[in-house]
């Protein structure tokens, strides 16, 4: 299983690869880096936040959605509570799914099988 995991904090991104070593997780610290790390790879799940430079997660998921391969990937967004009404109704247009930070940070207790990754 590939992950992309996209966030501007290097610190959460190390964090959460920590938690998915058994599978293979690529990271990008902007929009952009995120969005061209799909063109040229293949992923099974992206997690990502909204507050992204250079592109917004939003704009990134937006465009990760247009490409038929991406259509039906699972697409986690880190939540850090400072969303609208509005972003979230864009997040579940997008089929997009919610994670607060509290359920990021409790990843570190996870525990992944290893033999999912395959």
Not at 44 to 50: A, G, H, T, W, Y
Not at 84 to 112: P, W
């Amino acid at each position: 299983m590939k992950v992309l995991v996209v966030h501007r904090q290097k610190g959460l991104t190390k964090i959460i690869k920590d938690r998915l070593h058994p599978w293979g997780v690529h990271r990008a610290h902007t929009g952009l880096d995120g969005l061209l790390a799909t063109r040229t790879e293949r992923f099974d799940l992206v997690i990502c936040e909204l507050d992204l430079p250079v592109v917004t997660g939003i704009e990134m998921i937006r465009s990760i959605r247009i490409c038929s391969t991406y259509k039906n990937i699972p697409v986690v967004v880190m939540k850090q509570g400072l969303e609208s009404d509005g972003h979230a109704r864009l997040i579940r247009m997008l089929n997009a799914n919610l994670l607060t930070m509290k359920e990021v940070y409790e990843m570190q207790k996870m525990v992944v099988d290893p033999d999912y990754a395959q």
